[in-house]
């Protein structure tokens, strides 16, 4: 851990801040990806059964 | 096209209420500010031109949605689509029937409604000029929403969400100019902004609205 | 009609724009994204993990110089991810390529999310700076304009049932939005000027920046421009399946109708 200084409840704050949101942004895409990816093959396979 | 103008104007003054809610809208905040910050005259005067300016603006944003929804309910604007008159020429005169009926009642009045907010001396002649030159910018960027959210039931809400943030470089030249003409400054460079503003609006985005209309209709 | 087809037939640069053919992206994407994500990975998590441990303190910014590496990295995205909006919805207006549309809507949550880390490292870092969260300084009030325009693009997407109609109507809206949005950058700085007269409060950061600071930005810069790359490619991935899965229940439903 480096010293912060007086600076320090900015610094962490911000990164905080920073990394939760991008986390974030991360985490909502890979569900709709994999959310998106579940129901098209689920529908690819029904599509193929009729056929 | 003068036909056109004709027949909205005339539309918009029958059914009344469109015409006079907009300035009594625009009166109604004049009033309320002064009730939020005080009565003190010095600080009226210097955020008047402000007011008057935010107060225009959403004064104009509360007729945008009228625009094309009766004509687009009773099928009027297929017909003015499918017309010999190109949708451009059709979306500029609503514009300026908007304006007619909306941005120079407002533009009038603001001097008057000035008065209430202890505006200084130089102002009257400020704020009515820059409201001059910017409210048909305002028209045309409104027409512009309305073009793009026609088709939509609750049109309303979202129509202010993204005309709003559009309005702001008008505004900011508006208020700004008037700012400075009030207090002496050099004016001419945002005056000729402003002027620069409303008129590549009337130049570009009848093309841009007219296009977001045929997508509508599609 | 007959002839449009065969100029396109034609072009020379079918062999490009083939790139954008929905199979064809999805195949492509798919190979690529894998090294996308290891390279993301190789830059981001070095170039921050230097950046907060290993960089020393700056002369007058003390240890709040680290800031820098979420708050300015996050800024060129939030831009990068505007102009790669009107970019991808140009191509869906000129081209008809639907993978344009539905990168320009990837795109956009990416876009505002980098607005919003920017906004608030900057608030936060504006604090002990300045001694204020917030100043109408011109650049912190446009951020907030984009933050407004990106707000209000992903609303009218939401708003609209039909896909296509909403593709078209956002990508007028976002080469609209961009010219005013920079008209209003422009215009926040006359209008800060006109009310606190030469009180400069924005960081010229880039310059007289020692290279101790500037490689791990760098490396940031570069880690953050990777990741809006693969995340944009993966929502696109996301809107193609998406669309590709309507086409199949809506046949399905006429089927069964």
Known sequence: MPELGKYAGAVLSSWAVSVGLLVFLVVVTWIGARRSRAALDAAEARRRERQ | MIALLV??????????????????????????????????????????????WVGALLACLLSLDRIFQLDFEDGSLDLL????????????????????????????AAPLFGGLMSLPQAGYFWVFVTLLIGTPALSMIGTFGAALTVGLKRGGLLLSLLVLPLYIPTLLFGAETARRGIMGMDYAQTLAILAGVSAGSIAILPFAAAAAIRINLR | M?????????DRWNWFWAWANPVKFMSWTGKVLPWLMAMTLVTLIPGLVWGFFFTPEAQGFGSSVKIIYVHVPSATMAIQAWGMMVVASLIWLIRRHHVGALAAKGAALIGLTMTAVALITGAIWGQPMWGTYWAWDPRLTAFLILFLFYIGYMALWAAIDDPD????????????????????RYAVNFWNQGLHQGATLS??????????????????????????????LVRTRTEVRMRRLRAIEMRERMRDA
Do not use: Y
Not at chain 3, 218 to 231: A, N, P, Q, R, T
């Open chain 2, 7 to 52: 027949r909205d104007l005339r539309l918009t003054f029958r059914a009344g209420g469109g015409f006079g809610l907009g300035l009594a809208f625009f009166l109604i905040v004049t009033v309320l500010v002064p009730f939020g910050v005080g009565p003190q005259s010095d600080l009226l005067a210097r955020i008047a031109p402000g007011i008057l």
């Open chain 2, 81 to 108: 689509a499918t017309a010999p008159l190109p949708l451009e020429g059709v979306v500029t005169m609503k514009a300026l029937a908007h304006w007619v009926t909306t941005g120079l009642p407002l533009t009038l």
């Open chain 3, 2 to 10: 007959e002839d449009t087809r065969v100029r396109q037939h034609d």
């Open chain 3, 165 to 184: 109609t909403a593709a078209d109507l956002t990508s007028v809206l976002a080469i609209v939005g961009s010219v005013f949005a920079v008209l209003s």
């Open chain 3, 203 to 232: 960081l010229d950061k880039e310059e007289n920046i020692a290279d101790v600071f500037w490689l791990p930005l760098v490396l940031s810069l570069v880690g953050f421009g990777l990741l809006c790359l693969v995340l944009v």
